[in-house]
């Protein structure tokens, strides 16, 4: 039952996701509000790998990042990014469809080489945490991103504030 509502839940948000990522121009992939943040293709990028590592969560019960070499390409390139997305998505669909609510109680360990980084915690918290909110708080940054730079942003709880009050 669990893997059933997250499921839904993750084809609703991947179609936001998508929506989010198509908003994005090209001409606004450099943009950074400081010096400490990413890029807006940099940010776009790595909405897009947190799909990818929806496999290493759900196949592996330790995690290595140092040994998963995933290429990303280039972050100025926003079809890419989009591919890239894509490709995860579908990958991270399998992943999912193919856990049982059985091994979403599994304790799960995220690392880097030999630094625990997450974990040991249920894999379905893993899910909830670490794949789903985390895309929600980088999509919100996003958000924030586009309308710095004047760019429309996609409603994905319903309208937007601009689409309530009849903005264009």
Known sequence: MIRHYLIQEFEHEVNSTRRLLEAIPAKDLEYKPSETSWTMGELAQHIATIYYWY????????????????????????????????????????????VSDEKLQDSWTMKIGDRIVLGPMPRGVVARSFLFNHTYHHR?????????????????????????????
């Open 55 to 98: 496999v290493g969560t759900f196949t592996q019960d330790v995690y290595d990042m140092a040994a998963d070499n995933v290429e990303r390409g280039d972050s100025n390139d926003i079809d890419a990014t989009r591919a890239f997305f894509e490709a995860n998505v579908e990958q991270a669909r399998a992943a999912l469809m193919s």
């Open 140 to 168: 919100g940054e996003m958000i924030v991103y586009l309308r710095a730079t004047g760019n429309k942003v996609p409603g994905m709880y319903g309208p937007t504030y601009e689409e309530s009050r009849g903005a264009s």
